[in-house]
């Protein structure tokens, strides 16, 4: 019987890169749906909650938070204030917690965002 011998040079930080890269575009990519996605449901009275959005990059390459940035965005978004109806003129699927409802709606095509985004960056 024949003996071989193989060698294998794997680069694990090269890996680690392209995982690390793979992810981040992932999360830009689902930051941006998210965002797009929910702004319909976002109370448009004035327009300055909905114009308001925004990604908060963090340390972490691969998370995002799609933030409100209102002082009554909180408010607005559990629905804390008694009594409040939202103008559906504009946007006629304006409720609170308006991620959820998004989310609802458009999960499956979010995580259909993330991996062909997470895909680009596969050699």
Known sequence: MTSIDILVD???SNCLHVLQSCCAAGTIALADAVRSDCNPYVPYDTGTL???AFIQETEDPC???VIWDTP???AVYYGDEK???FHKEVHPLASARWFERAKCASAAA???TVEREM???VV
């Open 119 to 121: 895909k680009k960056d």
């Open 72 to 74: 009554y965005a909180s």
């Open 83 to 85: 009594g409040v109806t």
């Open 63 to 65: 998370l995002r938070y």
């Open 110 to 112: 979010w995580q259909d």
């Open 10 to 12: 794997f680069d694990v």
């Open 50 to 52: 909905c114009e308001s």
